[in-house]
């Protein structure tokens, strides 16, 4: 836990109008590539729910890194890779049933211990990494999709199919999705994994690892247990 006032910080988010009074004084910055951030202005940094999006995932933290005062705080939410697993599975299935291939649809995300090392990457000291999985109940697949678009969560990705989808398609989903996912309640269930980052602009001030072996106390005494040697 963080017991600490903050008094510049910024959020970085595509979502400008939800985040406008949340913090009194915060400079709202877009998410683009490049980050409209003044470099040691602000003591927290929230990215917020747009990382997995981001094309440099590892540039946005460095930015991040940079617009912090030292021992300032940069805390990220983003979506991890259990995210919409059950729609990918879904698609997939139904796509090679129909068409014999394969196009990206639902965007890859991180796994939480990859975007944890993101955090060494982009020289933030002591990161941690937590995640928690919100399990989501729809009516159908298509009540879901309709929810990703309002979110403006949907397919964006590059090399996605171009040419407009054959409806069969996502009434096949909408099928396979009922049959392998449904809730017992005449609904369907939708997994986000929501990730959280935490890392800190390095300073002097901070907690420093001992070197290995200069420890002058066994953790088996402070425990006051008896230590076990493991066999050869």
């Not at 004084?25 to 998410?31: E, F, L, M």
């Not at 300032?72 to 259990?82: D, E, F, K, N, Y």
């Not at 407009?164 to 009922?178: I, K």
């Not at 005449?186 to 986000?192: G, H, I, M, P, Q």
Request: overall charge negative; hydrophobic content about 40%.
């Amino acid at each position: 836990m963080v017991n600490r006032s903050f008094k510049s910080p910024a959020i970085v988010t595509p979502f400008a109008d939800v985040w406008a009074n949340r913090l009194n004084g915060a400079v709202i910055c877009a998410d683009t590539d490049h980050l409209d951030l003044s470099e040691g202005a602000h003591d927290l940094v929230v990215h917020a729910m747009s990382l997995h999006w981001s094309n440099d995932p590892v540039g946005q933290l460095i930015q991040c890194r940079r617009a912090l005062k030292p021992d300032g705080l940069l805390i990220v939410a983003t979506l991890g890779g259990q995210t919409l697993q059950e729609l990918r599975s879904c698609l997939s299935e139904a796509e090679i049933a129909l068409s014999g291939g394969l196009s990206p649809r639902v965007a890859p995300m991180g796994e939480i211990r990859d975007l944890g090392a993101l955090l060494q990457r982009a020289g933030l000291a002591m990161p941690v990494a937590d995640s928690l999985t919100l399990p989501v109940d729809y009516r159908d697949a298509f009540s879901l999709m309709r929810d990703l678009r309002a979110m403006g969560e949907s397919n964006a990705l590059a090399t996605r199919r171009r040419k407009p989808d054959n409806r069969r398609l996502f009434e096949e989903t909408s099928n396979l999705y009922a049959t392998h996912f449904a809730t017992g309640e005449s609904r369907v269930r939708a997994t986000f994994e929501m990730v959280f980052l935490t890392g800190w602009a390095p300073d002097a001030s901070q907690p420093k690892p001992l070197r290995p072996g200069s420890a002058n106390q066994r953790l088996a005494d402070a425990l006051a247990v008896t230590e076990t040697p493991l066999p050869d």
